[in-house]
T-cell receptor, first 110, second 115 residues
Framework: LAKTTQPISMDSYEGQEVNITCSHN???????ITWYQQFPSQGPRFIIQ???TKVTNEVASLFIPADRKSSTLSLPRVSLSDTAVYYC???????????FGDGTTLTVKP | NAGVTQTPKFQVLKTGQSMTLQCAQD?????MYWYRQDPGMGLRLIYY???????DKGEVPNGYNVSRLNKREFSLRLESAAPSQTSVYFC??????????????FGNGTRLTVT
């Protein structure tokens, strides 16, 4: 199984850029890296997904080094509403072979 | 377009009682999943269905059964509830099996308490 490790918590202030790193040393060749955001009392919501190098969408960027053993979610100019738990998930086409880590609780302060 | 709908939202059971959690998706996805999330922890896969007519065990299947009723619906049954099954249960779906290149779409969960 592609086990992931993330920091338990991070604090930031409004307007700052936040980078959350996920380690996945035993990532498989066909695995993708996906990040989800979860607010209290809600299900996780898809943020961004990538396979290698850099991916950017309207809310975040995902940086993946050449060895793919880690990945970094970058949130530009965070606001209070970005306070949430962020999970990285590493997996391919076999649903039983991917697992969620314990997530990173991001707290954005005014 | 509702996405993934779970019912009920809340449930309290006594030890030994049974119940079925319902899940339906309207995105024409092939694959569906059941996860549980305990306080302060990540999500653990209970069962999944890669496509209509198939089901497989995930990381924590003991004490649960599932049924893929049709392409839209995937139910989770607790035959004899135990306090250790107190948790929040999330259903998810994806266009294709696995999270690779096919993101998961989650419902808002069922909060189950077993006393």
């Amino acid at each position: 199984l592609a086990k992931t490790t993330q920091p338990i918590s991070m604090d930031s202030y409004e307007g700052q850029e936040v980078n959350i790193t996920c380690s996945h040393n035993n990532i498989a060749t066909n695995d993708y890296i996906t990040w989800y955001q979860q607010f209290p009392s809600q299900g996780p919501r898809f943020i961004i997904q990538g396979y290698k190098t850099k991916v950017t969408n309207e809310v975040a960027s995902l940086f993946i080094p050449a060895d793919r053993k880690s990945s970094t979610l970058s949130l530009p100019r965070v606001s209070l509403s970005d306070t949430a738990v962020y999970y990285c998930l590493v997996g391919g086409t076999n649903a039983g072979k991917s697992t969620f880590g314990d997530g990173t609780t991001l707290t954005v302060k005014p | 377009n509702a996405g993934v709908t779970q019912t009920p939202k809340f449930q309290v059971l006594k030890t030994g009682q049974s119940m079925t959690l319902q899940c339906a998706q309207d995105m024409n996805h092939n694959s569906m999943y059941w996860y549980r999330q305990d306080p302060g922890m990540g999500l653990r896969l209970i069962y999944y269905s890669a496509s209509e007519g198939t089901t497989d065990k995930g990381e924590v299947p003991n004490g649960y059964n599932v049924s893929r009723l049709n392409k839209r619906e995937f139910s989770l049954r607790l035959e004899s509830a135990a306090p250790s099954q107190t948790s929040v249960y999330f259903c998810a779906s994806s266009a294709r099996q696995g999270s690779g290149n096919s993101p998961l779409h989650f419902g808002n969960g069922t909060r189950l308490t077993v006393t």
